[in-house]
């Protein structure tokens, strides 16, 4: 397998230095991609650079995952309006651990081949260079003009940016530079990839490899993904779609990858799964000819999900869909999670009610009116339970005044009241 005809075609490369084709065609290359580790979790705005280095190792190359716990200290100009928080030390090393737990997904780290990844962090050989070493071995080799003229800078210093741009962050090319360095000389790791706003940064280091050892360099970098409309990649109303479970539901991230347009649809199974090229023309062909069936959202959605969470996430995920827009059974909303059910209907009303009121014991009549306004009027709800149109998690209500009780709810908490086909309520007990 060829890895720039692989990203090609996938509408992964961006920018390539010339040479990096010839080079990764005559011999096993190391190459390294850096991560921030600012959070516990990766998002999927990460996943792109990840893949990249999915596929170098599927192509026979060795990958570096590089968490840039020095860098992480000091924080990257490139795309960023002001300079960020500061980590500690304990923070960045529990961000580390939970980071290489989730690559292990995507990389083998733990075999005997000679391509196996491997994850540095910069932490280890920034935390003893003295700021005096840094500047005569490091600082010596770059001019500042060389520094001033990357668009990163130069975005931060044309007033852009009410806060301009502080030494400590005009120092981070320098840094970045100096991984490539270290890696190329300790690990001969001869190309650096990463995202379009890191190619700045990149080439620095490539510059940094040509004056001081003079050795074979190479940088490659993906577009910044977007959607067609325009909007930002990753992100929903509540923030990141992460891969760590605690902070998106694999129920939240399988829908978000469900309900992506058919244009982004057709570009993001390129980019984030491993199909092969005559699997993803043959979904984009089937999706044209009826894209109502919405093929390859489902497609894409059914891969990431089972890559990054688990298939039985994804099993789950597609159950839970079910019941909001199918004809799930009861047996399958209880089986719900707190969590999950909560994500299911988000956005339906609420009613709170006293939970004594049904450990009592309660007619769905007046709890429906007066507990909790789900019907307008008892006469209401009366004629829509005799036409067969109300249903209490997801079980038809037999009659008008059946008496519900606390062993009814789901979770010990919730009841999922539904009023025709898509009238959902949810009355939570309190």
Same mark, same amino acid.
């Given at each position: 397998?060829?890895?720039?005809?692989?990203?090609?075609? %996938?509408?992964?490369v961006?920018?390539?230095?010339? $040479? =990096?084709? &010839?080079?990764?065609?005559?011999?096993?290359?190391?190459?390294?991609?850096?991560?921030?580790?600012?959070?516990?979790?990766?998002?999927?705005?990460?996943?792109?650079?990840?893949?990249?280095?999915?596929?170098?190792q599927?192509c $026979? /190359?060795?990958?570096?995952?590089?968490? $840039? $716990?020095?860098?992480?200290?000091?924080g990257?100009?490139?795309?960023k309006?002001?300079e960020?928080?500061?980590?500690d030390? &304990?923070?960045?090393h529990h961000?580390?651990?939970?980071?290489?737990?989730?690559?292990?997904?995507?990389?083998?780290?733990?075999?005997?081949?000679?391509?196996?990844?491997?994850?540095?962090?910069? *932490?280890?050989?920034?935390?003893?260079?003295?700021?005096?070493?840094?500047?005569?071995?490091?600082?010596?080799h770059?001019?500042?003009? *060389?520094?001033m003229?990357?668009?990163?800078?130069k975005?931060?210093l044309?007033?852009?940016s009410?806060?301009?741009? +502080?030494?400590?962050?005009?120092?981070?090319?320098?840094?970045?530079?100096?991984?490539?360095?270290?890696?190329? &000389?300790?690990?001969?790791?001869?190309?650096?990839m990463?995202? +379009?706003d890191?190619?700045?940064?990149?080439?620095?280091?490539?510059? !940094?490899?040509?004056?001081?050892?003079g050795?074979?360099?190479?940088?490659?970098?993906c577009?910044?993904?977007?959607?067609? @409309?325009?909007?930002?990649f990753?992100?929903?109303?509540s923030?990141?779609?992460w891969?760590?479970?605690?902070y998106?539901?694999?129920?939240?991230?399988?829908?978000?990858?469900?309900?992506?347009?058919?244009?982004?649809?057709?570009r993001?199974i390129?980019?984030? =799964?491993?199909?092969?090229?005559?699997?993803?023309?043959?979904?984009?062909?089937? /999706?044209?000819?009826?894209?109502? !069936?919405r093929?390859?959202?489902?497609?894409?959605?059914? &891969?990431? =999900?089972?890559?990054? /969470?688990?298939?039985? @996430?994804y099993?789950?995920?597609?159950?839970?869909?079910d019941?909001?827009?199918?004809n799930?059974?009861? #047996?399958? !909303?209880?089986?719900?999670?707190?969590?999950?059910?909560? #994500?299911?209907f988000e956005?339906?009303? %609420?009613?709170?009610?006293?939970? +004594?009121?049904?450990?009592e014991?309660?007619? #769905?009549?007046?709890?429906?009116?007066?507990?909790?306004?789900?019907?307008?009027?008892?006469?209401?709800m009366?004629?829509?339970v005799?036409?067969?149109?109300?249903?209490?998690?997801?079980?038809?209500?037999?009659?008008? @005044?059946?008496?519900?009780?606390?062993?009814?709810?789901?979770? +010990?908490?919730?009841?999922?009241?539904q009023?025709?086909?898509?009238?959902?309520?949810?009355?939570?007990?309190?």
């Amino acid at each position: 397998m060829n890895f720039v005809e692989e990203l090609k075609w %996938r509408g992964m490369v961006h920018d390539m230095m010339p $040479g =990096t084709e &010839e080079l990764l065609a005559k011999e096993q290359v190391t190459a390294y991609l850096g991560i921030d580790p600012t959070a516990d979790s990766l998002h999927i705005g990460h996943l792109c650079g990840v893949m990249m280095l999915r596929h170098f190792q599927r192509c $026979g /190359h060795k990958p570096l995952a590089l968490i $840039g $716990g020095a860098t992480g200290m000091i924080g990257d100009p490139s795309g960023k309006s002001a300079e960020r928080n500061l980590l500690d030390e &304990e923070t960045l090393h529990h961000n580390q651990a939970c980071i290489k737990k989730q690559l292990a997904k995507f990389l083998d780290f733990e075999s005997d081949a000679t391509n196996k990844a491997e994850l540095v962090n910069n *932490y280890d050989w920034m935390k003893d260079f003295t700021f005096l070493d840094f500047a005569r071995e490091v600082g010596k080799h770059i001019t500042v003009n *060389y520094m001033m003229a990357k668009d990163s800078v130069k975005k931060r210093l044309n007033g852009e940016s009410r806060d301009g741009l +502080s030494f400590t962050e005009f120092t981070y090319q320098l840094l970045q530079g100096y991984d490539f360095l270290h890696l190329n &000389e300790t690990k001969g790791c001869k190309l650096q990839m990463g995202g +379009s706003d890191q190619w700045g940064n990149i080439t620095t280091g490539t510059e !940094l490899i040509r004056r001081t050892n003079g050795g074979e360099a190479y940088a490659l970098t993906c577009p910044l993904i977007t959607k067609a @409309d325009g909007g930002k990649f990753g992100k929903t109303e509540s923030g990141n779609v992460w891969l760590d479970a605690r902070y998106t539901s694999p129920y939240k991230f399988y829908q978000f990858w469900l309900n992506v347009s058919d244009d982004d649809a057709a570009r993001y199974i390129k980019i984030f =799964t491993s199909l092969s090229k005559d699997e993803i023309d043959q979904l984009i062909t089937e /999706h044209a000819e009826a894209p109502h !069936l919405r093929t390859l959202q489902k497609r894409l959605a059914k &891969e990431v =999900t089972i890559m990054v /969470h688990s298939e039985e @996430d994804y099993n789950a995920a597609v159950e839970a869909s079910d019941i909001l827009f199918g004809n799930a059974t009861s #047996a399958a !909303l209880k089986k719900l999670d707190e969590d999950t059910l909560l #994500a299911v209907f988000e956005g339906v009303p %609420r009613f709170e009610v006293a939970k +004594s009121v049904l450990d009592e014991g309660v007619k #769905a009549v007046d709890l429906f009116v007066d507990n909790a306004a789900v019907f307008a009027s008892k006469g209401e709800m009366r004629k829509l339970v005799q036409g067969g149109g109300v249903s209490l998690n997801k079980e038809k209500l037999s009659a008008f @005044d059946q008496v519900i009780t606390s062993a009814d709810l789901l979770d +010990s908490k919730y009841l999922l009241v539904q009023r025709g086909k898509k009238n959902y309520f949810l009355i939570i007990a309190k």
